[in-house]
């Protein structure tokens, strides 16, 4: 257990991610990966992925807001926006990803817009959550290991 | 952690030079660092047309990259807008310079059709997404046994040309038949056979689940 008040609360942070489903596996992966050259490499990538996503997202806001309704393209963005999303281990995001997609291939406009609107409501309440499981892991200090178990 | 590189070192005293192709910048930053950790040399592109720039098939004379480094493995996404991973394979497969290169594909979709035909097409391995260090790992195994397989075959292949050269050496006709030409072989080690190494099942009946 740790002794680290500020590192025990960082592990149950960690934890509650996995708990409660908004990460998954793809993101133990990246851990794994960081090390003493790249001690921030999961941060990076993360910021990487909203920077980079947040042009898909205006995209798909403003191909749904099109008429007629182009489901190709927003299944193709969707897609692109997909294949982020796991890489990362955003493992709510990904599933309502999939809904869309499932949306398009069946011609549902009313679908589309439900589920894009829950998924922009996971996207941001994932990103609120890593952000302050990235302070928290500044102001605890360098981890010795770069990787814990699962 | 193991780390694949000591796998590398024992077997190949140089570093792996890997060029990786994919449209998603989150991607390519994280195979990036999958390869590196594995003691690869990396260069990311964002397109196949970048990636035959880079190879020097746009056109462009050299079959080295900008940097001068050969290239001993390209990994490509499959989904790309413009050129697919699939089409970028082809136009290396059908390259004289380039065929004995292995193309690695990564697609985050499990489509079976999709699989037969990159593997068809003569991809070496067919990764579903997101790509695990565990895969590459795997990947970095399979090119150094066959880096090692291709130098005993080398060998073989040179001493079979001296025995050719002892039989020819008492003709005077330089179109006599020999037991076997040597002219095939050129001055490039590459034995086709290697290359169709047959998929590893568990790629092939992975379901993932994600689509």
């Known amino acids: 257990m740790e002794r680290n ?27 794994e990966l960081q090390d003493e050259a790249n001690p921030n490499f999961v941060e990076e990538v993360v910021t990487l992925y909203y920077r980079d996503s947040s042009r898909l997202i205006l995209s798909i806001e403003q191909a749904l807001e099109r008429k007629p309704f182009d489901f190709n393209k927003l299944d193709a963005y969707m897609h692109q926006f997909k294949g982020s999303s796991s890489s990362i281990g955003a493992k709510k995001v990904k599933a309502e990803s999939t809904l869309f997609r499932e949306y398009c291939k069946s011609g549902n406009k009313e679908g589309c817009m439900r589920c894009f609107q829950q998924l922009k409501k996971e996207y941001a309440t994932l990103r609120k959550k890593l952000e302050a499981y990235f302070q928290l892991a500044r102001q605890a200090g360098p981890m010795e290991t770069a990787c814990r178990p699962k | ?93 059908r390259s004289a310079a380039f065929r004995e290169i292995p193309v690695v594909i990564m697609s985050s979709e499990n489509i079976l059709t999709r ?15 997101p790509v695990k260090l565990s895969d ?8 150094v046994t066959r880096g090692e397989t291709e130098e005993q075959e080398g060998r073989r292949v040179h001493k079979r040309k001296l025995e050719d050269d002892n039989l020819n050496s008492s ?40 689509d």
């Open chain 1, 5 to 31: 008040p500020l590192r025990r609360q960082l592990q149950m942070m960690r934890k509650s991610f996995f708990d409660q489903g908004y990460l998954d596996d793809q993101f133990v992966q990246l851990e």
């Open chain 2, 115 to 129: 699989i037969d035909s990159c593997l068809e097409e003569g991809a070496e391995e067919f990764l579903v997404k």
């Open chain 2, 136 to 143: 590459i790992k795997r990947l970095m195994e399979d090119c």
């Open chain 2, 1 to 93: 952690m193991v780390v694949a590189g000591e796998v590398l070192q024992s077997g190949s005293s140089q570093e792996l030079h890997v060029l990786a192709v994919d449209d998603s910048y989150v991607d390519r930053k994280v195979i990036e660092k999958l390869l590196k950790i594995s003691s690869c040399q990396v260069t990311a592109v964002e397109s196949g047309a970048r990636a035959l720039q880079f190879l020097g098939l746009d056109g462009e004379k050299g079959s080295v990259g900008f940097n001068g480094l050969k290239v001993n493995l390209i990994m490509t996404d499959y989904s790309m807008p413009g050129m697919t991973g699939y089409e970028l394979l082809k136009k290396i497969k």
């Open chain 2, 171 to 210: 003709s005077s006709s330089p179109l006599s038949s020999s037991p076997s030409t040597t002219a095939s072989f050129g001055c490039d080690i590459s034995i086709p056979e290697l290359l169709s190494s047959p998929p590893h099942p568990s790629k092939r009946a992975k379901l993932h689940d994600g």
